[in-house]
C-alpha cells in the first residue's frame, strides 16, 4: 500500500490560488490514476479532481471547473492540484487519493489509497 503525503495547504483569501502536492511512496506511481477529495466540516467526503494514470484523462467536480487544475509527474511520483479563485466554500481538508481505476472513483466508488489529509481554509 502507498503511503501518500500531501503538503501545500494553508490560509488563504477570498479569490487567491494555493497549490497542493502529494507524494506518494513506492513503485508503480504511473500505473495508478490519482486524484483529490475533500471534507467540509459536518459534510461528506466528496470528489474534487482526478487523472488518469497517464495524465492524458482528467475529472472535475462540477464546482470546481475551470478553477483546479490537477496534472501529475510521474517522475517524480507526484500529483498537483492547483486550486484558483478560491471561495469560503472550498474550506475543507484535502485529501490525496489513489486508485487503480480513476473512472469507477468518479462514478462514486470510494478510492483505495488516501493521505492522511491537508487543511485548506479560505477566508471571505
Known amino acids: 500500500q502507498a503511503q501518500l503525503v500531501e503538503s501545500g495547504g494553508g490560509t488563504v483569501q477570498a479569490g487567491g490560488s494555493l497549490r497542493l502536492s502529494c507524494v506518494a511512496s513506492?513503485?508503480?506511481?504511473?500505473?495508478?490514476?490519482m486524484g483529490w477529495f475533500r471534507q467540509a466540516p459536518g459534510k461528506e467526503r466528496e470528489f474534487v479532481a482526478g487523472?488518469?494514470?497517464?495524465?492524458?484523462?482528467?475529472y472535475y467536480a462540477d464546482s470546481v471547473k475551470g478553477r483546479f487544475f490537477v496534472s501529475r509527474d510521474n517522475a517524480k511520483n507526484t500529483v498537483y492540484l492547483q486550486m484558483n479563485s478560491l471561495k469560503p466554500d472550498d474550506t475543507a481538508v484535502y485529501y490525496c487519493?489513489?486508485?487503480?481505476?480513476?473512472?469507477?472513483?468518479?462514478?462514486?466508488?470510494?478510492?483505495?489509497?488516501w493521505g492522511q489529509g491537508t487543511q485548506v481554509t479560505v477566508s471571505s
Open positions: 487519493v489513489r486508485d487503480a481505476t480513476m473512472g469507477e472513483v468518479v462514478a462514486g466508488r470510494l478510492p483505495q489509497d
Open positions: 513506492g513503485r508503480y506511481f504511473s500505473s495508478y490514476g
Open positions: 487523472t488518469t494514470y497517464s495524465g492524458r484523462t482528467t
